[in-house]
């Protein structure tokens, strides 16, 4: 019912850019916090950054000043913007959101299939 769908990821040198979009769809009332997390092999997953439905964010330390998160309300949409990529922000980037269906009902947590990023010279 719900989807998430990444993009926007891909090769790039150290020191570029990627800019992530997240593009929620499906039977969506409201959608509360949202966020990206991120699996590099050999680690667990972490959380990257994340974003309320007032706009508040926060960041993990590794990426604080890097990176930058936002969100269209209107489009149900999520995007992070990544600069000076390093060769440790190699991972699978997933989204996350809570979505509530409808408005008698509670968020639930959903996932999107995740997108690769590779920074490598």
């Known amino acids: 019912q719900v989807q998430l769908v990444e993009s926007g990821g891909g090769l790039v040198q150290p020191g570029g850019s990627l800019r992530l979009s997240c593009a929620a769809s499906?039977?969506?009332?409201?959608?509360?916090?949202m966020g990206w997390y991120r699996q590099a092999p050999g680690y667990q997953r972490e959380l990257v950054a994340r974003?309320?439905?007032?706009?508040?964010?926060n960041y993990a330390d590794s990426v604080k000043g890097r990176f930058t998160i936002s969100r269209d309300h209107a489009k149900n949409t999520m995007y992070m913007q990544m600069n000076s990529l390093k060769p440790e922000d190699t991972a699978v980037y997933y989204c996350?959101?809570?979505?509530?269906?409808?408005?008698?009902?509670?968020?639930?947590?959903?996932w999107g299939r995740g997108t690769q990023v590779t920074v490598s010279s």
């Open positions: 974003i309320t439905n007032g706009d508040s964010t």
């Open positions: 499906g039977r969506i009332f409201s959608i509360a916090a």
């Open positions: 996350n959101a809570d979505i509530a269906i409808d408005p008698k009902q509670r968020e639930y947590e959903y």
